[in-house]
């Protein structure tokens, strides 16, 4: 069985959805409230989703809100996207912040939308490549790894870091696969001991970055692309902020800054575009 949105209903859940996570959904995408949202509305004994609506605002424990944020969020995601940013994290910004490290300084890296864990861990492989290189491993102390999103359930999957067949494969080599990773009957767990390495948490973009600290490099791909223009623009001024200066912020490969901030130097490396803060 399935619930057609009416236009009306598609209004209100309009401005529910960006009211709580800042997704902005643009007209013409009715069938991703019907297809996300049915089974969910069917589950708590909705005949529409105006229905719905009405029990996520009377929930007070906020775990049908939370729910509908998690079937409205898009958790597309794999190992090492683009090649052009992971090229410029590996050969520059890995390096350097290890420099840092090795000047006793700690250094703190934030996946902004983390989704199931492959952005972080990435990060991970990167650093541990990176110290077993230099023969400094316990640099790797030194270097905290924060991956933040607004879905449970996608945190809930990078915590425990275990991987299907297919998604284990989306980006990752051999190489990598079999360096960091188990065999676990059809799926893979990824190298238990490490992973302890990277720190997951559930947190709203639209909050205030300060209970976050300072970074050295932020990544926050792929999910400005949902939202408004001016939840853009207070979205990147609240990351410059939250930068150190001469810090990176990475977004996605078809994104951008022009028209959103004009609070970092644009930098190119080979065919990755970086944000930089100014010293």
């Given at each position: 069985m399935?619930i057609?949105?009416?236009p009306a209903?598609?209004?209100?859940?309009?401005?529910y959805i960006e009211?709580?996570?800042g997704?902005?959904?643009?007209?013409?995408?009715?069938?991703?409230?019907?297809?996300?949202?049915?089974d969910?509305a069917?589950e708590n004994?909705?005949?529409?989703?105006?229905?719905?609506?009405?029990?996520?605002r009377?929930?007070?424990?906020?775990?049908?809100k939370?729910?509908?944020?998690?079937?409205?969020?898009t958790n597309?995601t794999?190992w090492f996207?683009?090649?052009?940013?992971?090229?410029y994290?590996?050969?520059?910004a890995?390096?350097?912040l290890?420099?840092?490290?090795e000047?006793?300084e700690?250094?703190?890296v934030?996946?902004?939308a983390?989704s199931?864990?492959?952005?972080?861990?990435?990060?991970l492989?990167?650093?541990n490549d990176?110290?077993?290189?230099?023969?400094?491993?316990?640099?790797?102390?030194q270097?905290?790894?924060?991956?933040?999103?607004?879905?449970?359930?996608?945190?809930?999957?990078?915590?425990?870091?275990r991987y299907?067949?297919?998604a284990?494969?989306r980006?990752m080599?051999?190489?990598k696969?079999?360096t960091?990773?188990?065999?676990?009957?059809d799926?893979?767990d990824?190298?238990?001991?490490?992973?302890?390495?990277?720190?997951?948490k559930h947190?709203?973009?639209q909050?205030s970055?300060?209970s976050?600290?300072?970074?050295?490099l932020i990544?926050c791909r792929y999910?400005?692309?949902?939202?408004?223009?001016p939840?853009?623009?207070?979205?990147?001024s609240?990351m410059?902020?939250?930068?150190?200066?001469g810090?990176?912020?990475?977004?996605g490969?078809t994104?951008?800054?022009?028209g959103?901030?004009?609070?970092?130097?644009?930098?190119?490396?080979?065919?990755?575009?970086?944000n930089?803060?100014?010293?």
């Amino acid at each position: 069985m399935s619930i057609k949105v009416t236009p009306a209903e598609y209004a209100h859940l309009q401005k529910y959805i960006e009211d709580q996570c800042g997704i902005l959904l643009e007209k013409g995408k009715e069938y991703l409230i019907e297809s996300r949202l049915t089974d969910l509305a069917l589950e708590n004994r909705c005949s529409s989703f105006t229905e719905l609506l009405a029990k996520a605002r009377s929930d007070y424990s906020g775990k049908l809100k939370d729910r509908i944020v998690d079937a409205m969020t898009t958790n597309e995601t794999l190992w090492f996207r683009d090649h052009s940013a992971w090229e410029y994290i590996r050969e520059v910004a890995v390096p350097s912040l290890l420099d840092k490290a090795e000047s006793g300084e700690r250094v703190r890296v934030w996946s902004a939308a983390a989704s199931t864990g492959q952005e972080a861990y990435s990060l991970l492989m990167l650093f541990n490549d990176e110290v077993i290189a230099r023969r400094k491993p316990h640099l790797l102390n030194q270097v905290e790894i924060i991956g933040t999103d607004i879905s449970t359930s996608a945190l809930s999957s990078a915590i425990n870091a275990r991987y299907g067949a297919m998604a284990v494969k989306r980006g990752m080599s051999e190489e990598k696969k079999r360096t960091y990773f188990t065999r676990n009957g059809d799926n893979w767990d990824f190298d238990q001991k490490l992973k302890t390495k990277v720190t997951f948490k559930h947190f709203n973009l639209q909050n205030s970055f300060i209970s976050l600290g300072l970074f050295d490099l932020i990544l926050c791909r792929y999910v400005a692309i949902y939202f408004s223009d001016p939840f853009k623009r207070e979205l990147f001024s609240k990351m410059a902020r939250a930068l150190k200066p001469g810090s990176v912020l990475i977004l996605g490969a078809t994104e951008s800054l022009r028209g959103f901030s004009q609070d970092f130097n644009i930098i190119y490396y080979k065919d990755a575009v970086i944000n930089e803060k100014p010293l």
